[in-house]
């Protein structure tokens, strides 16, 4: 079945969907985006996502003119055109169409704004049910990780060298220490059961999932400490887990070839991902999306 896809104000099919060769998301990778996972046909933490939004555009001075209903707007017209019920949606902003040059026009050029459907089952995920099995890496992208831009290859490097091992995704590591998966955020549970996971700078994404999962954990009175970890202090967890939009939380059962706890998925990751799938269920029931 075509999808239809938005492009700068127009829902079409997406054989018809396309942006300029000029583009320059397309030539300078000057672009961001938001990915909203879709439960029921409804949108889970959307708020968050618009938030983010604003900040990356504010972080490289770019200029959108949708404000946050009219994107809520968007992404709600995609669901109900394309029938979604378990999913994402995927907004992409870029800079705009100019004339090939590293520095961008001063004026405001109108951005380029396209946001797609994709299906997938996220509630009940097979990976979530068997657990994630992760290799290191150095963490060789640039230095502004906490804008989410679409400069994504070298995650998608990362990901494809996880292939090639035999593992389905890479943490990536500086200086000695996790600053987070290639597509999420990284996590381990020590052995008194306090959750510990990498504290927001600029060296990562600031997750949504991760701020959802944090404060379930202390609503449901779990410890959570924000510190960054080695992969050895992950390889002698009790459990790993990695958390994002379109995964929720994800076990990671081996890092590097070495199990984490019992090289099962553990307790208190199944635990969260169970709190995280109920709770925003009752924000959709209570309309809060
Ligand atoms: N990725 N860190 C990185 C590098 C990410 O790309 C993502 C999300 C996260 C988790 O953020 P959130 O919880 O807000 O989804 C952390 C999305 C899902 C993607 O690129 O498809």
């Known amino acids: 079945?075509?999808?239809?896809?938005?492009?700068?104000?127009?829902?079409?099919?997406?054989?018809?969907?396309?942006?300029?060769?000029?583009?320059?998301?397309?030539?300078?990778?000057?672009?961001?985006?938001?990915?909203t996972a879709v439960l029921k046909g409804r949108l889970v933490d959307f708020e968050g996502h618009a938030a983010r939004l604003h900040r990356s555009l504010n972080?490289?001075?770019?200029?959108?003119?949708?404000?946050?209903?009219?994107?809520?707007d968007i992404h709600r017209q995609l669901i109900d055109k394309n029938a979604l019920q378990e999913g994402l949606v995927y907004l992409q902003v870029t800079r705009g169409v100019a004339d090939r040059d590293f520095a961008y026009p001063e004026s405001q050029t109108p951005a380029t704004v396209v946001a797609f459907t994709q299906q997938k089952p996220i509630i009940d995920s097979p990976l979530a049910e068997r657990g994630l099995k992760v290799i290191s890496l150095p963490d060789m992208r640039w230095g502004r990780r906490d804008i989410k831009?679409?400069?994504?290859?070298?995650?998608?490097?990362?990901?494809?060298?996880?292939?090639?091992?035999?593992?389905?995704?890479?943490?990536?590591?500086?200086?000695?220490?996790?600053?987070?998966?290639?597509?999420?955020?990284?996590?381990?549970?020590?052995?008194?059961?306090?959750?510990?996971?990498?504290?927001?700078s600029r060296s990562l994404l600031h997750g949504i999932t991760?701020?959802?999962?944090?404060?379930?954990?202390?609503?449901?009175?779990?410890?959570?400490?924000?510190?960054?970890?080695?992969?050895?202090?992950?390889?002698?967890?009790?459990?790993?887990?990695?958390?994002?939009?379109?995964?929720?939380?994800?076990?990671?059962?081996?890092?590097?070839?070495?199990?984490?706890?019992?090289?099962?998925p553990g307790e208190i990751a199944r635990a969260l991902r169970r709190l995280y799938i109920e709770a925003s269920l009752e924000a959709m029931d209570a309309g809060q999306n």
């Open 1 to 35: 079945m075509l999808r239809t896809v938005y492009v700068n104000g127009r829902y079409v099919p997406e054989s018809e969907a396309s942006v300029s060769v000029f583009d320059r998301g397309f030539l300078f990778a000057d672009g961001i985006y938001e990915v």
């Open 59 to 72: 972080e490289l001075n770019m200029h959108l003119s949708l404000n946050d209903n009219a994107l809520r």
């Open 149 to 200: 831009t679409v400069q994504l290859l070298y995650p998608s490097m990362a990901k494809m060298e996880a292939k090639k091992r035999g593992a389905d995704d890479a943490w990536l590591v500086e200086s000695g220490l996790v600053t987070e998966g290639s597509s999420s955020n990284a996590w381990i549970v020590d052995h008194d059961n306090t959750l510990i996971t990498r504290e927001l």
């Open 210 to 264: 991760r701020r959802t999962v944090m404060q379930l954990a202390r609503e449901h009175d779990m410890k959570v400490e924000e510190r960054g970890f080695t992969i050895k202090e992950a390889q002698n967890a009790r459990e790993a887990f990695m958390t994002s939009a379109t995964s929720l939380v994800y076990p990671v059962v081996s890092i590097d070839q070495r199990p984490v706890g019992s090289g099962e």
